[in-house]
Every structure is written in C-alpha cells, then in structure tokens.
C-alpha cells in the first residue's frame, strides 16, 4: 500500500517542480526583479549594513524579540539538513546542473522571500505573550478576502512543522556513525526537541544565536579548504554545470543519467525547501521581532537565503570536485558530503554526525515552533498541546522510513504552500516595499486584537 502511495507522490512531485514550481518562482521572481530594477543587487550593501547595525543595536522594547534573534532563530530553521544532505541528493538525481537552478532559485527568491516577510510584519498582531502572532495565515485572509484560506495554511504549516525528513536523517546518521539503538535515539532527540519548543520562539532565537554562527564559520572553512585543493578543476566543473543545466547529463559509473526537467526539478525544489522559499514558515517566525519596520526585517531574512544558498553551493561543490556526485542514491550510508571532507580532515568522520545533529536539531526546534503557532492559531485553547502530540507521533514513525520517502511527503507539503502563498503575495503585490531606509508607514503594522487595531501613523 505504502509503494503504490509514495510513488504516485513522486510522479506529483516531479510534475509539480518540474512545471509548476519552476513556473511561478520563475514567474514571480522575475516579475519582483523587474519591477524593484533588480534590488538583489541594488540592495545588497543596505542590507549588510542593517544586519551590523542590528547587531551593535541593544533591545529596548519589551514586546517581541531583537531583530537579530529573530533572524538567527528563522536560519537555525532554513540551515539544516536539507543544506548538507538534501541539496546533495538534487546532483545526484538531476546531474551537476542542478546547481544552477539552485543559483536560480535563491536569485529570485530573495525577493519573495523579503516580499513574505515584509507582509507577515505589516499584517502581524500583538498576543498575550508579549509578542506578535503574524505570517500567510494573516496576510492571506486579505489576498483571497476568505477567512479559510488561514486555516488551509495553518493547516499544512502544522505538517511541514513536523520536519519528519531532518528527525529521520539525524537518527539515521548518528545510529550509523556512533552504533547506538534507532529507538534511543529518537527518543532522546525527541526529548530535547519538546524541552527547547515548549520555551518559545525566545528560547529557540537563544539556542541557535549561538550555534549558527559557530556553525557556519567552521563548516564554510571546511569546504573552502576541500575546493581550494581542486580549484584548478573548478573550470571544467563550472562549465559542466552551465551544459547539463540545458542538456541534462549521461549517465556514468553508479550516476544514472539526468534529463533537462530533472536538472530543473531538483535544483529548484532543492533551493526552495532548503531556504523555505515561499512556504510561510520564516513570515510567521519573523514576524516575533520587535522592529516597527517591516523593510528592516525583510532586508535581514534577503541575507539569510544568500547564506542558506551560500552553503548549498558548497555543499554541492565539495561532492562535485572529489567526484561523489556519481555515488547511486543510498550507495552509502553517510552523508557524501561527509565522505567528501574526511579525505581531508580524518576527524569529521566524528565531527560531521555532530555537526548533522546540531543543524537537524536547530531546524527541528524551529519548525516545531511554528507548527504549535499554527496549531494555537487554529484552536487558542489546546492547540498548540495537541500538536505536541501529533509531532511526537508522526517524528517517532517516519524515522523508521526511507529518507527520500520522509523528503518526497515534506516537498509536497511545501508544494501546497508555495501556490497558496505565491499568489497570496503576487495578490498583494502593491503593498510591498522594497526600500533600502526605514520608515513607518500611516497603514497599520504593528496591530492587535480586532478591538485594539491601532494604526501607527494615529500613534
């Protein structure tokens, strides 16, 4: 029964990355970067400069989280697993060109990404834990003027909030790395993913401020290093990427060949999910910040899909350059990136699993925050505890599946989302504001219940 349902998930997989997730982060992205004449690059300097000052700026608002807390909480999320694994498995199934369409994909989806998060500020209300409650199921009620297009999102936001694909590569890797029992494992990480959700978006923003940048600084080295040793080779293997992302590429030792779609379908569906391109969850983990100026939070998370598209490029570099790439998909059991590095730094073989949990870890806990908003979203009362229920449930079962199956259900869950939220955006399309200076705008940023509307232009 199981066959039969996970491929026909795979062949909608595969229709829908191929044609109609290309197609509208295609279309969207091209539509924003003409209309803002190209902000990615205009803009790139402002938005450095606002991460610094953000960074050099103490909080001085007791509602909400310091803008820079709320960024790195959003990145502990899109940094994961899907940036050291999931990204591999694009090349391995679409051939190198896949990389490309990476490129492509974090290109345009910068500005969807700053589209969504600015809207999720703009529309955002305040809630009686001194912070916001905002993201799609707020802004979209406007887009589509239906009140159930919210519980839709929430909805399909509750099952991507239960990262089953990141749950089930963590316990995969450490049970073959370190020879422990599946079982304790799950248990265990299950148990501190619980502990670090049930304090909030505050205590997920406090763990991964200080893990992230550890983080990417150790492992950005690391595979600087691995290229640096073959960047003589980067011509031929740039040039291999341009022509396969057009052509596809033969099949060659345990590589099976890829077509011109399948290079597109992967690399697009692999920068998507790795950066939640469109998907709604860092609008509703974002919109917790303390900013009173939505372009300001929208000019941060631009930064986090260059860095998230950053460490998908050399994810991919580092397999492509030692020749990994054409290892048969489940060929073996660690991470090939893993397989890439220890040739070069023998301890990673130690270090990479605790490197695969920390990263699955941080995007767990965030996930699992936004899953319990929308839960609360959809019932104030036990919502949220119900979905802890849920969560523990379906993690503890797809760890016991194969990864691409636990991968294909979370792509189609974001599938859903991008048309929703895609068109929500394109719907609301005149309210955005690209800028690169803040100001506060008369409409209403920062609200709260119906009774307490207040327009910060009236204030």
Not at 59 to 85: I, Q, T, Y
Not at 150 to 155: A, E, F, I, K, T
Not at 338 to 343: E, H, M, N
Request: hydrophobic share 55%.
């Amino acid at each position: 029964m199981f066959t039969y349902l996970f491929d026909f998930f795979m062949e909608a997989d595969a229709f829908f990355w191929g044609y109609i997730g290309f197609s509208l982060i295609m279309l969207l992205g091209c539509y924003l970067t003409i209309k803002t004449r190209v902000f990615q690059i205009r803009a790139f300097r402002h938005v450095i400069y606002t991460f610094l000052q953000e960074a050099f700026q103490r909080s001085a608002s007791e509602r909400g989280l310091h803008p820079l807390k709320a960024f790195f909480a959003s990145v502990g999320g899109m940094l994961g697993v899907g940036n050291v694994v999931g990204i591999v498995t694009a090349i391995q199934l679409g051939g190198p060109g896949a990389l490309l369409w990476v490129w492509v994909a974090g290109f345009a989806g910068t500005l969807i990404k700053y589209a969504e998060i600015y809207l999720g500020l703009k529309h955002r209300v305040k809630n009686e834990r001194q912070s916001y409650d905002g993201g799609p199921m707020f802004f979209l009620k406007k887009a589509f003027k239906a009140p159930w297009i919210s519980g839709l999102v929430c909805v399909l936001l509750c099952i991507y909030g239960a990262e089953i694909y990141q749950f089930n590569v963590v316990v995969d890797t450490l049970a073959y790395s370190w020879g422990i029992n599946r079982l304790i494992i799950a248990f265990a990480l299950l148990a501190l993913i619980v502990h670090a959700s049930l304090g909030g978006v505050s205590r997920v923003a406090q763990v991964c401020s200080w893990i992230m940048p550890l983080f990417m600084v150790i492992y950005i080295s690391l595979c600087l290093w691995v290229i640096g040793h073959h960047v003589a080779d980067l011509p031929a293997i740039l040039l291999t990427v341009v022509k396969s992302a057009f052509t596809g590429h033969a099949a060659i030792g345990g590589f099976a060949g890829s077509s011109l779609m399948l290079a597109i379908q992967n690399g697009i569906a692999g920068a998507s999910y790795a950066a939640d391109i469109g998907i709604g969850y860092d609008s509703t983990i974002q919109s917790e910040s303390h900013t009173v100026y939505p372009e300001r939070q929208a000019r941060m998370a631009f930064l986090g899909v260059c860095l998230d598209n950053f460490i998908c490029t050399l994810s991919i570099l580092v397999v492509l350059v030692t020749g990994l790439w054409q290892t048969p998909i489940g060929g073996e059991n660690a991470p090939l990136v893993q397989l890439a590095l220890a040739r070069y730094f023998p301890l990673v073989n130690m270090l990479m699993p605790l490197f695969i949990f920390i990263l699955g870890y941080t995007t767990l806990i965030a996930y699992l925050i936004v899953g319990m908003k929308c839960a609360r979203y959809l019932h104030p009362t036990r919502g949220a505890s119900f979905y802890m229920g849920y969560a523990i449930a379906i993690l503890t079962f797809f760890a016991f599946f194969d990864q691409t199956h636990a991968l294909l259900v979370m792509r189609l869950a974001g599938a859903l989302l991008l048309i929703v939220n895609l068109t929500g955006i394109y719907r609301l399309r005149h309210e955005i504001v690209f800028t690169v200076e803040d100001k506060i705008e008369e409409k209403a940023i920062i609200t709260g219940p119906a009774s307490l509307l207040v327009a910060e232009g009236e204030r």
